[in-house]
């Protein structure tokens, strides 16, 4: 009987099938919370580009594609931009609103909300991302959020 316990054949593969599920487990959560960190990233992406789009008032914005079911062309450039961006975006026009007539701190901006649902093995999430891009023509908030004209560097006042 001593010499059975002292025997140490096979605990390698003991210890292996003990820890295996739970790295296993941790491998895949983080791949898991990876993808969807890069969807995230593709629609905060593409609200940071609609939302230019929509307040510079592109051709691109402007004008609703083919195959589009939504009215505003820039929900169509939005969907598409989407599904360019991710392998299997499963966006709809229903996911996207575009506000044209937004304030942030007293600037007029263009703001586009996307919200996507990612979906697990049983369960399924919300992804939202939200840009704002100022529609003034060109103007700059300023720290007292008022619009101002861009400024030339050579006429700025010194730093204090």
């Not at 009987?1 to 054949?9: G, I, R």
């Not at 820039?74 to 991710?86: F, H, K, N, P, T």
């Amino acid at each position: 009987m001593k010499q059975f316990l002292k025997n140490e054949d096979g605990a390698a593969a003991i210890e292996f099938a003990l820890t295996a599920p739970l790295l296993i487990f941790v491998a895949l959560t983080g791949m898991v919370i990876a993808l969807a960190t890069w969807q995230w990233n593709n629609l905060q992406s593409v609200a940071e580009s609609t939302a230019r789009c929509v307040a510079l008032q592109s051709m691109l914005c402007e004008k609703v594609s083919a195959g589009c079911a939504s009215s505003d062309a820039g929900v169509c450039y939005a969907v598409g931009q989407a599904r360019a961006m991710s392998f299997d975006s499963g966006i709809s026009e229903s996911d996207i609103a575009i506000n044209r007539n937004d304030t942030v701190g007293g600037v007029s901006v263009a703001t586009v909300s996307i919200r996507q649902p990612f979906s697990l093995i049983s369960s399924s999430y919300m992804l939202t991302a939200k840009a704002s891009y100022p529609s003034g023509g060109g103007t700059t908030p300023s720290t007292g959020g008022q619009p101002q004209s861009p400024v030339d560097i050579h006429d700025a006042p010194a730093p204090l």
